[in-house]
């Protein structure tokens, strides 16, 4: 498993939208509305394998997801630059929680979530990200309750186009597992964040003997104690564990770069550097170790 560790780093990673060019209306994540395209081409000028895209309220009008021939155009670039999407960060459920809302408002949300799915086979995506962290997050027995009833109304059509779920949240380990142990599904996985894990305290041996085996993508960022995101390296996340984890449990998903933001306009840079500190992590080399060398 080390070896496939080591070939990931020369095969490529991916980063999530967004991180290629100035944050939009001082956002710190959202769809590029004026720079979707650019981010593309600059992307593959980096050598990155590809881009996860995101889906959310702000980029409504903008977004080519939304448009059959906005689907077609972008085919198109990314085939021209030999760079894949093959994952949709659904950041739309942040805006508008799954959670918290009317029969009327949930039935519509899950419409959406129907459609999402349902477009991702055009364009060679095979998992949706859904955030239940922050306005999003599950908070008591009823709220995971409404989860689980609304992942099952999902699963068939997941099922029908073979695309995976992949929850994020904010859940200890043991919560988690055990609403997964409700989700039994293959196509129901685990996004794993490795800063939001650091800033909430968990532990990643905790979190892997937990539900390791249902982790299907992993998001590369570095979050303080208690804090926000910084750059790789410079936090509390525990790299050499979650090496150690993810070459235990054989771990065989995607890396995407969610890291920090540098200076406004320096993006490409910015990113190529955490890009190759993600490379040496993945060769062997822990960032905590590039940090104090």
């Not at 908070?139 to 109304?153: F, M, P, S, Y």
């Not at 988690?176 to 996985?189: A, I, Q, T």
């Not at 550097?273 to 060398?293: C, F, H, P, Q, Y």
């Amino acid at each position: 498993m080390s070896d496939y560790l080591s070939h990931y780093a020369d095969a490529g990673l991916y980063t999530m939208q967004g991180r290629l060019s100035p944050p939009q209306e001082g956002r710190f994540q959202s769809f590029p509305r004026q720079a979707w395209q650019l981010e593309i081409e600059r992307a593959a000028q980096l050598g990155l394998r590809g881009i996860e895209w995101i889906y959310d309220l702000f980029g409504e009008g903008a977004n080519p997801l939304e448009t059959a021939a906005g689907r077609e155009a972008l085919r198109d670039l990314l085939a021209r630059h030999r760079i894949s999407v093959v994952s949709i960060c659904a950041d739309y459920f942040m805006d508008r929680p799954l959670l918290r809302c009317s029969p009327a408002e949930n039935a519509e949300l899950i419409e959406r979530l129907q459609w999402l799915l349902g477009i991702c086979p055009e364009l060679g995506v095979g998992r949706v990200v859904l955030p239940f962290v922050d306005a999003s997050r599950i908070r008591d027995e009823t709220e995971r309750d409404q989860v689980v009833a609304n992942l099952c109304q999902l699963l068939p059509q997941a099922e029908h186009h073979r695309v995976e779920l992949h929850l994020e949240t904010d859940l200890a380990p043991q919560p988690f597992r055990m609403l997964l142990d409700r989700l039994d599904h293959p196509l129901v996985k685990v996004n794993y964040d490795a800063g939001n894990s650091a800033s909430l305290g968990y532990r990643p041996e905790d979190e892997f003997a937990a539900y390791g085996a249902r982790i299907g993508s992993v998001h590369l960022k570095d979050r303080h104690l208690g804090g926000g995101t910084v750059p790789l390296g410079q936090g509390d996340a525990d790299f050499p564990s979650l090496r150690e984890q993810l070459i235990r449990y054989d771990y065989r998903g995607d890396f995407v770069l969610q890291v920090a933001r540098g200076e406004a306009g320096d993006e490409p840079r910015w990113l190529a550097n955490m890009a190759a500190l993600a490379a040496d992590w993945l060769r062997g080399r822990t960032l905590n170790e590039r940090k104090s060398a």
